[in-house]
């Protein structure tokens, strides 16, 4: 602990920065302007770079392909650091098989059905890459971009500007929109994302960000064994291609009961039909504040044996808790281990998959002259 906190101490004072201790853990007050690389290249030649940020004890790389968190790195309760988000090491990876590894997730988080909707009048056909229905926004999302990419410190916060311009009609989707997305480094350690829109046309948007984490550090086996809490009383069970029913079902009684923390793996093998459908747990939560004006928080993730933990706070109304059921030992990773079954869990800030179909779920339609604003702040602990 000591040495591990002098260390840190050390590094920051190289830079240039001050530490201030805050709940027993050293803090830069100051941040470092982020630093670029080049990582890879794209068939066409075009450059992908990565970013590489650190405040407050917390460490992350991210790529401008899309708006990747490669890795995000933050200390145990022994000071000691691991990434805590599965990645890959090399872009041809990114490109051909990611399962949205750390991506900025769009036009429209998780499924909506058939990839068709209407709106004022107007039928409209998404591109379909899930089955019958469109995922993530389809075969090329925001996921598969590359963004403009320019680095702030304001104050004692450093972070990146995001920007992507999806043309009007791409993916299927109507009108230009014209997306920035923030991320900001706290002195804290704490990793805050803003994200902001504007349309030419009525459209519908959905964005988040799409962390596979493993707070044990990647590729260190399941998760679990960690500990989850989320702050909502009913979810939306879905049909057989995980699209919602338009149900919002009570939790009590169920195994998506988690408003008192409790190992993910206590309930997951209950045979509850929902989890069946979708190989464990995949599913939106509805969060019990609603849509707030300000980030409140939801959810917190915990492993015990490294006493890591995180604190998820949004301002969206949902929350999809996926515990990884797809990965198939077929994936290697940043550490060269393979990637299985329940070896993360994400926890996607979001308005309810499908909405378009749902009158009765939160709107998620954007028309020209409004803006877009959606935030979500993860804490982090040990
Ligand atoms: C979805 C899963 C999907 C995963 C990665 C999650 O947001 O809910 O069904 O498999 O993303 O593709």
Redesign the pocket.
């Known amino acids: 602990m000591e040495l591990s906190r002098r260390t840190a101490i050390a590094g920051a004072a190289a830079a240039g920065v001050t530490t201030a201790t805050v709940g027993g853990t050293a803090h830069a007050t100051g941040g470092r302007k982020p630093v670029k690389e080049l990582f890879g290249k794209l068939a066409d030649g075009t450059k992908v770079h990565r970013w590489s940020l650190e405040n407050g004890g917390t460490r992350m790389k991210v790529l401008s392909w899309g708006g990747v968190v490669q890795s995000l790195e933050i200390p145990d309760r022994k000071g000691r650091y691991a990434n805590v988000s599965l990645g890959f090491d090399n872009i041809e990876d990114y490109v051909a098989k990611t399962?949205?590894f750390g991506a900025l997730?769009g036009r429209f988080?998780?499924?909506i059905a058939k990839g068709r909707f209407t709106l004022d009048g107007k039928s409209y056909q998404l591109s379909v890459n899930?089955g019958a229905n469109s995922?993530?926004g389809g075969t090329q999302g925001f996921d598969k971009r590359v963004w403009d990419v320019e680095p702030f410190t304001k104050g004692s916060d450093v972070g990146l500007y995001l920007h992507y311009t999806s043309a009007d009609g791409e993916m299927g989707y109507p009108g230009t929109l014209k997306v920035k997305v923030t991320y900001t480094l706290t002195r804290h350690g704490d990793w805050r994302i803003d994200y902001e829109a504007t349309t030419t046309k009525a459209t519908v948007v959905n964005l988040t960000s799409?962390v596979y984490w493993n707070l044990a550090g990647e590729g260190s086996g399941t998760i679990e064994n960690h500990e989850l809490k989320i702050a909502a009383g009913r979810y939306t069970p879905t049909d057989a291609g995980?699209i919602p029913t338009g149900e919002l079902a009570k939790v009590s009684g169920t195994p998506f009961d988690f408003r008192k923390a409790k190992a993910i793996g206590r309930d997951i093998r209950d045979g509850h039909p929902q989890q069946v459908l979708?190989k464990g747990y995949?599913h939106n939560w509805v969060l019990d504040k609603g849509i707030t004006a300000k980030p409140e928080h939801v959810a917190t993730v915990c492993d015990p044996s490294s006493g890591r933990t995180l604190k998820i706070a949004t301002v969206e109304p949902g929350l999809?808790f996926?515990s990884g059921?797809?990965l198939d030992g077929t994936l290697t990773g940043t550490g060269g281990s393979t990637y299985r079954q329940g070896d993360a869990l994400?926890l996607?800030t979001q308005h309810f998959?499908d909405s378009p179909n749902h009158s009765s779920f939160p709107s998620t339609v954007l028309r020209p002259g409004q803006t877009y604003r959606t935030t979500t702040v993860h804490t982090f602990g040990a």
């Open positions: 399962p949205y997730i988080g998780n499924r899930d995922l993530h799409h995980l979708a995949d999809q996926y059921n797809f994400c996607e998959p």
